[in-house]
């Protein structure tokens, strides 16, 4: 079991918020192959706030959506507090801050990862957040290792990880790649166990390079982390959130996902984005998916590019019936070798 707060979770690994992709729709997905718990994707804490439609798609939060986590970002103490209060009212069962997005553009207004160079507004956020909502529902925290690789960077993250423990965030992620490295080069567990052993029995989970059911059983072991969130290791891929619990019950992988079954997914996922966004809307929102799941069949760029170009609705279930047609001779699905990633064998261009 994995507790955060009053929250407890059959199994530790959780849907991860990912701005432009934890959408309804993919949450739902995610539950459905074995997520127990599911992040949205990242708001600001002002879209929250400020009267609109955008405020009422934020905070539409349905029967079969829970546990759900609203994950925040912004600048302001008090903004942020206002928009946690929001949401709860709504129905969000946890309140995550984020503190870790490495984009240029957010640390430009002095959000996400940004505050990692500045734990005394950190923490006012977060006491403020806790104050707001902490008797009601558990708060959360998403954090880097630090701005960078210097002393003072680490010494800022162990300042804002001790302090957000002692107000009494339930958890604390931990993506243990700096924000100036981005995406680039490797995460560092080793810095992820030692956070661990440093938490002690407090809840610390691990994010960063986590593409397989392999890897997030091996951070698992490695760090000692209490669970793990799944980010882009999870787009295009709900499988592995029943491989996670297969391997963590003590079972072998199931067999990867045939070219017919993943198409049935594919139009599962496109009804699911129909009824957030309508069909229009579906379509373009479908896309971007459509990306990653293509990575999973023999022709992944003819089959990239057909969703890419799909504009209606009609022409979403073409691609779908010429280049996931169940009587067709796919070659297998595999898992790559060394890493268990998804990939088709005899994979062309």
Not at 23 to 49: F, I
Not at 82 to 110: Q, S, T, W
Not at 246 to 265: I, W
């Amino acid at each position: 079991m994995l507790y955060i707060g009053t929250l407890q979770l059959e199994v530790p690994f959780v849907q991860a918020a990912l701005s432009g992709y934890s959408d309804l729709a993919m949450r739902r997905l995610a539950r459905r192959h074995g997520a127990p718990y599911a992040l949205n994707e990242v708001v600001l804490d002002k879209l929250v706030t400020q009267r609109g439609k955008t405020r009422r798609r934020i905070l539409r939060v349905e029967a079969d959506d829970h546990p759900v986590g609203g994950q925040l970002m912004g600048a302001e103490p008090v903004r942020f507090a206002e928009a946690a209060a929001d949401m709860v009212a709504a129905g969000y069962d946890v309140i995550d801050l984020n503190f870790g997005c490495p984009v240029r553009k957010v640390l430009g207004r002095c959000r996400g990862g940004f505050h990692l160079s500045q734990p005394a507004v950190a923490l006012e956020i977060i006491r403020r957040v806790h104050d707001a909502v902490g008797g009601r529902r558990p708060c959360t925290v998403k954090m880097r290792r630090g701005m960078d690789d210097t002393a003072e960077a680490e010494r800022s993250f162990f300042s804002i990880l001790d302090g957000a423990f002692e107000v009494g965030v339930a958890a604390v992620t931990v993506h243990p790649r700096t924000v100036r490295q981005r995406y680039v080069g490797p995460s560092d567990w080793a810095f992820l166990a030692r956070v661990k052993r440093h938490a002690g029995d407090r809840v610390v989970l691990g994010s960063g390079d986590l593409f397989s059911a392999e890897a997030c059983l091996a951070m698992m072991a490695r760090t000692g982390v209490d669970g793990v969130t799944i980010a882009r290791g999870g787009i295009g891929n709900p499988w592995i959130f029943a491989e996670c619990r297969a391997l963590l019950a003590g079972r072998p992988l199931p067999p990867p996902p045939p070219v017919a079954e993943q198409g049935r997914v594919i139009a599962e996922h496109f009804a699911e984005a129909v009824e957030v966004y309508g069909e229009t809307a579906a379509v373009r929102n479908m896309r971007k998916f459509g990306i990653k799941y293509s990575e999973h069949h023999p022709c992944a760029r003819r089959v990239r590019d057909a969703f890419v170009t799909a504009r209606r609705p009609a022409e979403f279930h073409e691609v779908l019936g010429r280049w996931y047609d169940p009587g067709a001779d796919w070659p297998p699905v595999v898992r790559r070798p060394g890493h268990g990633e998804l990939v088709a064998a005899g994979a062309r261009p």
